[in-house]
T-cell receptor, first 113, second 115 residues
Framework: AQTVTQSQPEMSVQEAETVTLSCTYD???????LFWYKQPPSRQMILVIR??????QNATENRFSVNFQKAAKSFSLKISDSQLGDTAMYFC??????????FGKGTRLSVIA | DTGVSQDPRHKITKRGQNVTFRCDPI?????LYWYRQTLGQGPEFLTY????????KSRLLSDRFSAERPKGSFSTLEIQRTEQGDSAMYLC?????????????FGPGTRLTVL
């Protein structure tokens, strides 16, 4: 069974600084997809970024980028130039494409002014 | 494209009552998923549909839970004889399953409180 582990329950970062959220996963699949979702307090789950396992290039979306290490089964999220609006729970998630998403327990990120 | 919508957004019920939630996916998305999220946890899979076919159900989905997706459009999730342990956020997501993509987009959720 696939598992996703987020080892940092809470993190904080100063506004405009950079922060990295960690995620590791376990699977025997070779082809799969990894995601980071953001869930602001009392608000909707929003897709931040996705990575296909067959792509060696790390995905980037504006201030958000990932460090995908397939051999190490690691998928960290880097947020550059942190903004107050980045305050949220961040969930790492995995799917092989034929399975539902498996989520980690989340990391609560607080951006401090 | 109006996104995934869910109704109601909040539901308070008494233990033992039945409740039904509705999810309208993004148009032309062929997959629809239901997840349950309790406070401080990540979402947990309940069930999913490809078009109108229910393809998988989680162990979390006891016999008090049932889901339908008639005609492959909207979906309903019904909980019969609710228990206090059913209190949670129920999330719906939809995706278009293609050869190289299956990105799920989530609705705002229905928060259920069982008294």
């Amino acid at each position: 069974a696939q598992t996703v582990t987020q080892s940092q329950p809470e993190m904080s970062v100063q506004e405009a600084e950079t922060v990295t959220l960690s995620c590791t996963y376990d699977t025997s699949e070779n082809n799969y997809y990894l995601f980071w979702y953001k869930q602001p307090p009392s608000r909707q789950m929003i897709l931040v970024i996705r990575q296909e396992a067959y792509k060696q290039q790390n995905a980037t979306e504006n201030r958000f980028s990932v460090n995908f290490q397939k051999a190490a089964k690691s998928f960290s999220l880097k947020i550059s130039d942190s903004q107050l609006g980045d305050t949220a729970m961040y969930f790492c998630a995995f799917t092989s494409g034929n399975t539902p998403l498996v989520f980690g327990k989340g990391t609560r990120l607080s951006v401090i002014a | 494209d109006t996104g995934v919508s869910q109704d109601p957004r909040h539901k308070i019920t008494k233990r033992g009552q039945n409740v039904t939630f509705r999810c309208d996916p993004i148009s032309e998305h062929n997959r629809l998923y239901w997840y349950r999220q309790t406070l401080g946890q990540g979402p947990e899979f309940l069930t999913y549909f490809q078009n109108e076919a229910q393809l998988e159900k989680s162990r979390l989905l006891s016999d008090r839970f049932s889901a339908e997706r008639p005609k492959g459009s909207f979906s309903t999730l019904e909980i019969q004889r609710t228990e206090q342990g059913d209190s949670a956020m129920y999330l719906c997501a939809s995706s278009f399953r293609g050869p190289s993509t299956d990105t799920q987009y989530f609705g705002p959720g229905t928060r259920l409180t069982v008294l």
